[in-house]
Nanobody, 136 residues
Framework: QVQLVESGGDLVQPGGSLRLSCAAS????????IGWFRQAPGKEREGVSC????????YYADSVKGRFTISRDNAKNTVFLQMNSLKIEDTGVYYC?????????????????????????????WGQGTLVTVSS
């Protein structure tokens, strides 16, 4: 079965840290870029971060730059999102999504998707989400 599963969400205080995981099953992440997105209560889904394949280029929304770090471990078929210095406004359901970025797709096309961090462009596969709550 082809799927992405997020984990690691929790309740934390402002200034705390969490490490989210996005694990793939039924396929390998080698030829896929992975994006992280979040949706706060009552708000639209927004892009958080993205990572490409072999070159490991990373992209971040302005709101999380310097605080979040995206990485991938191909051996574990997993992408991570390390979140530090968490703020109340970081609260939301966090999703990971995959977009094909193998040899059959121009790399510039994939880069544009990562840079834009648009949820509408990640059409291949989405996880079910994990809840992150930052509260005092």
């Amino acid at each position: 079965q082809v799927q992405l599963v997020e984990s690691g969400g929790d309740l934390v205080q402002p200034g705390g840290s969490l490490r989210l995981s996005c694990a793939a099953s039924g396929f390998t992440l080698n030829d896929y870029a992975i994006g992280w997105f979040r949706q706060a209560p009552g708000k639209e889904r927004e892009g958080v971060s993205c990572i490409t394949t072999s070159d490991g280029n990373t992209y971040y929304a302005d709101s999380v730059k310097g605080r979040f770090t995206i990485s991938r471990d191909n051996a574990k078929n997993t992408v991570f999102l390390q979140m530090n210095s968490l703020k109340i406004e970081d609260t939301g359901v966090y999703y990971c999504a995959a977009v094909y970025s193998g040899p059959l797709r121009p790399y510039t096309f994939v880069q544009a998707m990562c840079i834009g961090l648009s949820p509408d462009k990640f059409l291949e596969l989405w996880g079910q989400g994990t809840l992150v709550t930052v509260s005092s």
